[in-house]
């Protein structure tokens, strides 16, 4: 856990802050920057930096496991969701500007930080409680979320080593 | 006459064919009927969506084999997202991605579509010339018990321990180097999918194949469909690249499966009786992960090689279901679990003791179940709906109950469900836990890898879409040919009663001509 946490440490510390003006700023606000190592295609800077934290959540660095963030699967994602229908990306990022929102979470949870202002555990809670929600908005965001950041963090070839996987066959591809 | 294969990709400006006939799709029915009308002398013309891959374009990783191979890129699900979807997008359609099992109709299903369907002509004995062509030409035979893996045979165990049926699958292989790889694309051809096989068959015979080619709609002038318009699709992002592609063949079909098939007919303003997109039928698949305490290595051996369909059959008031197992590469083995953090990394973490069972549910039959529907969503995004009800409630418990017993039987440590709150059952006593938790829609994992229904045939034509004989029951000359057609779950995985019923269509197809 402590490299995590370093992990982290320096992404609050290197963070800047999403300035965001009018009503929207009730809406979304301090949302932790994390700059993307490529270009973005799809997401906004903010809906990335709410991916960036939910996938360290769903993917922790821990034992042999490397982080989320460690293996680009934000980035991974984002290029995923420029290949599908515009529609979808949107849907995901509205989703995660929902899951980021103070205001919606202090509406119906009580919770007066957004996701990436909160800590590795709340952010825990946040996401547990959205996966068992009454509301099924909220089931979908989950599930759509993890969905994608387990995809794409156990499709990376550095996680093979953790799960005990030899990777595909030396016969697979590579003919050329 | 050789043909070609064109891929859309290199096109720059607009093209217009003329041709016999014009067929949507790639896949297990497009590929079959193509090759028949071909070796006719037929002037055939193919489009397909979907990127031409090779064996040396397989790299055996599930991120390249997902966002290349299947439709929206492994993202396609039921519109509550409840359901995952996985279904191929690419030359060979399903054939090129699916696990290659293969079998024929059950005569029971035949029977129920004749009798609550109002299906002609299509009987066991029908159907038994053609299955016998196509299992000889795809090598279809049945696996050696002796080497199945280890995920297959936790299923024979278990199934045996508790006197259960079970049996082993038929495939369609030749010199299979059991890689495992089925589902991301065989390395070595050894799989006889539609791009290896009937798709080479049709292209000797003149077939132009376009792929990275959308169909767009049929344009319909007098009842007869006069024109297939189609886009150039870019290959990395899916979106349109300006060419259009506008077919005029004597007869069109439609075979881009059970979701894209109706969007098609869908856009083509071609829905007379408010059936086209109706009883879609999703074989409904829940899963049941469970460690060994010796390694099982799921990932690779023949995925699939061992089956049971002991429950097949719950009586007419139960949702019946037939058993059997995935590969488990990382991505899939994880993609089951809705948990996250360090529970799901602790599960994955045990990988090569991991086995998997799945229960396949054989929907559409129960008195009541309409499946789901296919429409359109404003932005032209297909729609996927699947209500889940209470009878699929009632068989997904059943059915973790019988997978647990199944794992514990051979020997499993524990077994550990996809719920919200996984249930972790060690003993029999555990099982009733199971009984405690939910059902249903985003309580647990679901998938479908079997589309089927939604252009149902029959001899009504205010129940069905096409006529028994696979042609629209007002455009004489469309048709349609893949497992959109059934009216009801097959009961079995699909691929190789659609090549049989394509293969029985080619007749139907030249005598429109």
């Not at chain 1, 360290?56 to 699967?73: K, Y």
């Not at chain 2, 000797?204 to 990275?212: I, K, N, W």
């Not at chain 2, 007919?265 to 007379?272: A, C, K, N, V, Y």
Request: charged share 20%.
């Amino acid at each position: 856990m402590t490299t995590r946490r370093q992990v982290l440490k320096v992404g609050l510390s290197g963070a800047a802050v999403v300035a965001v003006g009018g009503g929207v700023a009730l809406l979304l606000r301090d949302t932790v920057s994390r700059a993307p190592r490529r270009p973005l295609r799809a997401l906004t800077a903010a809906q990335f930096s709410v991916l960036a934290a939910v996938a360290d959540r769903v993917a922790p660095q821990s034992g042999a496991f490397p982080s989320a963030w460690e293996v680009e699967v934000p980035e991974k994602i984002d290029e995923l969701l420029s290949r599908v229908h515009p529609g979808l990306a949107d849907e995901v990022g509205q989703g995660l500007m929902l899951l980021e929102s103070a205001a919606a979470g202090m509406l119906l949870e009580g919770r007066t930080s957004t996701f990436t202002g909160s800590t590795p555990a709340e952010q825990d809670e946040i996401l547990a409680t959205w996966r068992a929600s009454d509301l099924e908005v909220r089931r979908k965001v989950f599930k759509a979320l993890n969905g994608l950041c387990n995809a794409a963090y156990y499709a990376s070839p550095p996680i093979y080593p953790a799960v005990g996987y030899p990777g595909p066959p030396p016969r697979a591809g590579g003919a050329r | 006459m050789s043909g070609e294969i064109v891929e859309g990709t290199q096109l720059t400006a607009d093209v217009r064919i003329e041709c016999d006939v014009c067929i949507v799709g790639s896949g297990a029915g497009g590929a079959v009927l193509a090759a028949g009308l071909a070796e006719q002398g037929l002037d055939v013309v193919m489009l397909e969506e979907g990127p031409y891959l090779t064996k040396d374009d397989f790299d055996g990783e599930e991120s390249t084999a997902y966002s290349g191979m299947y439709q929206d890129r492994l993202t396609r699900g039921t519109s509550d997202l409840a359901i995952t979807i996985l279904q191929g997008r690419v030359v060979g359609g399903g054939t090129t991605i699916n696990w290659t099992t293969s079998f024929r109709i059950p005569s029971r299903v035949l029977e129920r579509w004749a009798e609550a369907h109002s299906v002609t002509g299509w009987s066991v004995e029908d159907l038994a010339p053609h299955f016998d062509a196509i299992e000889a030409r795809l090598n279809i035979q049945e696996w050696p018990q002796e080497r199945a893996n280890a995920n297959n045979r936790v299923l024979a165990d278990g199934a045996r321990a508790l006197g259960w049926q079970s049996a082993p699958l038929r495939r369609n292989v030749r010199d299979c180097g059991n890689t495992g790889m089925c589902g991301v694309g065989c390395p070595i051809d050894a799989k006889q999918g539609m791009a290896i096989t009937y798709i080479p068959d049709a292209i000797e015979h003149g077939m132009r194949l376009y792929t990275d080619t959308r169909a767009d709609r049929f344009v319909v002038e007098n009842e007869r469909v006069t024109e297939v318009v189609a886009s150039v699709l870019d290959r990395f992002d899916g979106r349109p690249t300006g060419p259009t592609l506008r077919v005029r063949p004597r007869v069109a079909v439609s075979s881009g499966g059970a979701i894209n098939g109706p969007a098609l007919l869908l856009r083509s303003g071609l829905d007379r009786n408010g059936r086209v997109g109706k009883r879609t039928m999703l074989h409904p698949v829940i899963a049941l992960s469970a460690i060994y305490p010796h390694p099982i290595f799921g990932f690779t051996g023949a995925p699939q090689s061992i089956g049971s369909h002991q429950f097949i059959d719950r009586g007419p008031d139960r949702v019946g279901f037939f058993i059997e197992v995935p590969p488990l590469q990382p991505m899939l083995a994880a993609s089951g679990a809705l948990s996250f953090g360090a529970p799901q990394q602790e599960m994955m973490g045990q990988l090569v003791n991991l086995g998997v069972l799945l229960a396949i549910h054989v929907d559409g039959w129960v008195e009541g179940d309409e499946g789901g529907t296919v429409t359109l969503g404003d932005d032209g995004r297909i729609v996927v709906d699947y209500p889940i009800g209470s009878h699929l409630e009632e068989a997904f418990l059943f059915a973790h109950e019988t997978l647990a017993r199944i794992e514990l039987a051979a020997g499993a440590r524990y077994a550990l469900s996809t719920h919200v709150d996984p249930v972790r059952i060690e003993r029999e006593a555990d099982l009733a836990r199971l009984r405690d938790a939910p059902y249903g829609a985003l309580e647990h994992a679901i998938f479908t890898a079997h589309q089927m229904g939604g252009c149902a045939m029959g001899d009504d034509p205010a129940t069905s879409v096409v006529s028994s004989r696979l042609s629209h029951h007002q455009v004489s000359n469309l048709f349609v040919v893949d497992g959109s057609v059934f009216p009801t779950g097959l009961g079995v995985n699909p691929s190789n009663t659609i090549y049989a019923m394509a293969h029985r269509a080619r007749r139907f197809v030249a005598d429109a001509l």
